[in-house]
């Protein structure tokens, strides 16, 4: 069975014209079932019917002209259940509906199951037969099977088939897609799909006459790939501070590295063209890489494809003319890479939609360093029937809208322009203290993980730096850096802030962080090895971080050093233990005594809520991740578009679970801060002050909204509003309530912009 509809599935997918695709299945699936009729209904919301769109059986004069309301025949039936009909004798059902048109008198027995995506009936798929019979179980199975297979794909093929068909009515050609959020913003604007001149598909396997030209020209071509990565690496070197050009050093050192060269060169040595052997490497090297079913090593692939299909362009195309970008962009593209954003940085790109990649692809770093709008991930995105499409991108929410219904494009143009207005009005707080209307002195702190941050915040009055992710510096290289490295990165930092504290998270990589030159292979990696769960089984790693920290902090004494993923006090003493043998290490080799840092613990697995009092007596302080917190509470995945829309702060558990934080952090008088997102954002700032939330670190985009909103709301607005808020109970409730009230203390721009 599996067999069999795998087979129906891809045949659908390889047929790029829709209309031939369902006509495909519809037989295949007649075939398959060994029944005498298969048809597929399409639902159409607007004109509220289901119209014939493909049949083996019924008359085929009578596709695209069958149309049945949403409360008439038996199609209907099944779409308003959303679950599968099974009649035996289906003239005989109230519903039944004559359409004699169809020719459909021959048969009786009718079973209908539901097409749907992502909550919405998308179709019917029915089978008829003339015997008057139930379908069986195992009938009734694979048709359901079978379509709830074919709803995404049917999704995707909807919409690159209205794309592909001229314009009948924005109307009717407006979609939206959901990814998952990579940098925040709204952009609109014109699509440019990126392709490449010529790809790995198009070379054909061929043999060559000479080896010692075939080898010439590969030495030629890898010679000239590195001269281009030297190139992007300073031109990105120029545009952002340099710990972001080491991105560029993984493609040189892959370009570098001889069992690669070397397979390459085997494959010539047996007689393969240069081009054909580069193909098979690099088919051998990606097949590998896939069996291994792990989000590290398919960050390692991106970089393979990217910098492979440089080296092919630099073979057989350096000649080629290119499509020359447009002024102005959203870029699209299967798979926006690193390369390619600093390739076209000569252009204005406005936005960027990738098929591929998540949060922490090293496009979305880079985006977010750029302050470039992103969504990443857009699994459904039909890449090759975008170019010139109007597109609507929203970072902070994940979607994206195609060829846009006017009032749509309105909208985010007004949002995106009160943006614009809201930056301008709340530049003139940069030099202001964060102190709400009543006089509540608030610190605020700066997130960071690429330099390209603190620049974006250095005239900005601040309390300091409250989260340094030091795994981004880790995640731009090929190898571990050295203490000495470390040393000199985290005393750029804490220079930065010299007066101010600087808190400095330890490794935290694992989950959807990947390190590709230490690759993890989980099932479950956000339940798995991940942040001090893994630093503390390599102590060798913990203790060099710790040290180089320590070293950096000499002069200027003003560290913090925070654990990530911490669940259990016994982490927290292990991980002093190392801390107190860096330091007297330390201490020792330099004949002096090394500074003793604060230490604290982030707040972002569950469990940690009941161990508050337990671990404020081995810590100084509290940190939230409410990333993580939120993720690890609802129990949804923060990259994963399809849940996308349960991951929400403003549920009510996570609002009862950050209550009781506070809680017990004021009754253990530790000072505890917000280092997530939740933090940013207006409402969140707003709940979090009422529950008595005095520090909150952000990343530097929303430090001047933030500040202006404190300078505007007064303590005793945030504690009405929350009192109000507590007797709801659904997410989309409380925001839109959080609305009203914003609005009327003359802050609710600031919250449709944010949304
Ligand atoms: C968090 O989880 O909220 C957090 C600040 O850490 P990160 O987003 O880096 O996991
Ligand atoms: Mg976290």
New binding site residues.
């Given amino acids: 069975m599996i067999t069999t509809l795998k087979h129906i599935v891809e045949s659908f997918i390889q047929q790029p014209v829709l209309e031939r695709a369902l006509e495909q299945v519809v037989t295949d699936v007649k075939v398959a079932m060994k029944t005498q009729c298969c048809s597929i209904y399409f639902a159409d919301h607007e004109q509220q019917d289901y119209q014939l769109m493909a049949t083996d059986g019924l008359a085929r004069e009578a596709v695209g002209h069958i149309r049945v309301g949403f409360s008439q025949g038996l199609v209907s039936l099944v779409g308003q259940r959303e679950e599968p009909v099974n009649i035996a004798n289906a003239p005989s059902h109230p519903r039944f509906l004559v359409a004699p048109e169809a020719k459909e008198d021959a048969y009786n027995a009718f079973l209908g199951a539901p097409i749907i995506h992502q909550r919405k009936v998308l179709g019917v798929i029915s089978v008829q037969q003339s015997e008057s019979r139930h379908f069986d179980e195992d009938e009734v199975a694979f048709l359901v099977t079978l379509a709830a297979q074919l709803a995404s794909v049917i999704a995707h093929a909807k919409i690159r088939d209205l794309l592909e068909k001229p314009t009948v009515t924005q109307q009717h050609n407006h979609k939206y897609l959901r990814g998952v959020p990579g940098s925040s913003g709204i952009a609109i604007g014109q699509a440019y799909v990126h392709k490449p001149v010529i790809n790995f598909e198009s070379v054909l396997q061929k043999k060559h006459h000479n080896l010692d030209k075939e080898l010439t020209k590969l030495d030629l071509a890898l010679a000239h790939t590195q001269e281009q990565l030297s190139k992007l690496s300073d031109k990105v070197g120029m545009l952002l501070p340099s710990d972001a050009s080491a991105i560029f050093d993984v493609y040189k050192h892959l370009l570098n590295d001889p069992v690669f060269i070397e397979r390459i060169q085997s494959e010539i040595k047996s007689g393969w063209s240069v081009a054909t052997a580069l193909k098979t490497v690099v088919e051998e090297t990606v097949e590998e890489f896939e069996q291994i079913d792990d989000e590290y090593i398919k960050e390692r692939i991106t970089d393979v494809k990217d910098v492979c299909q440089r080296l092919l362009v630099n073979l057989l195309a350096k000649d080629i003319a290119r499509r020359k970008p447009p002024r102005e962009m959203i870029l699209v593209a299967e798979e926006v890479t690193a390369s390619l954003l600093v390739e076209l940085s000569g252009q204005k790109i406005k936005g960027i939609c990738s098929r591929l990649g998540s949060s922490n692809s090293h496009a979305t770093i880079l985006a977010r360093a750029f302050g470039i709008p992103a969504v990443m991930g857009l699994v459904n995105l039909p890449v090759n029937t975008l170019d010139g499409h109007e597109l609507v991108l929203d970072g902070y929410s994940g979607q994206i809208h195609i060829t846009p219904d006017e009032s749509v494009v309105k909208e985010y143009q007004r949002l995106a322009n009160e943006e614009e207005e809201l930056a301008a009005t709340v530049q003139q707080t940069a030099e202001l203290e964060a102190e709400t209307i009543d006089g509540t002195q608030i610190d605020l702190f700066i ?1 960071t993980g690429l330099s390209a941050d603190l620049d974006c915040a250095k005239d900005i009055l601040t309390s300091g730096i409250g ?1 340094y ?1 030091t795994e981004i510096p880790f995640m731009v290289r090929d190898r571990f850096p050295t203490e000495n490295e470390q040393v000199a990165l985290y005393q750029s930092v804490l220079n930065a802030y010299p007066h101010q504290s600087v808190t400095m998270r330890t490794l ?1 990589v694992g989950g959807d962080k990947p390190l590709p030159y230490f690759p993890i292979e989980e099932d479950n990696p956000f339940l798995g090895w991940r942040g001090i769960r893994l630093t503390l089984d390599h102590p060798e790693i913990q203790l060099v971080q710790i040290r180089a920290m320590l070293r950096a902090n000499m002069a200027t004494q003003n560290l913090s050093i925070l654990l ?1 993923m911490v669940t259990s006090v016994a982490e927290v003493q292990e991980a002093k233990r190392l801390i107190h043998q860096a330091h007297s290490e330390l201490s020792e080799e330099l004949g002096t005594k090394v500074p003793w840092p604060k230490i604290g613990v ?1 707040i ?1 697995v569950p469990a940690t809520i009941y161990q508050i009092e337990q671990l404020s007596k081995l810590v100084d302080y509290f940190s ?6 939120t993720q690890y509470l609802l129990a949804v995945d923060r990259n994963n578009a399809r849940v996308a829309g349960l991951y929400d702060y403003y549920h009510p558990g996570v609002i009862q679970a950050l209550l009781a934080i506070v809680r017990q952090c004021q009754q253990a008088k530790k000072p505890v801060t917000v ?3 939740m933090a940013g954002e207006p409402i969140g700032l707003i709940l979090l002050l009422a529950m008595g939330y005095r520090q909150f670190s952000m990343s530097a985009h929303n430090l001047l909204k933030a500040k202006w909103i404190l300078r505007n709301i007064s303590i005793q607005d945030t504690l009405d509003m929350l009192e109000d808020i507590e007797a709801l109970s659904c997410p989309k409730q409380i925001k839109d309530f959080m609305f009203i009230r914003l609005e009327k203390v003359g802050l609710g721009g600031f919250v449709r912009a944010g949304k």
């Fill in positions: 997130n989260l992710r935290d990530p982030m972002e939230i991740g409410t990333n993580d917190l280092c997530g997102e």
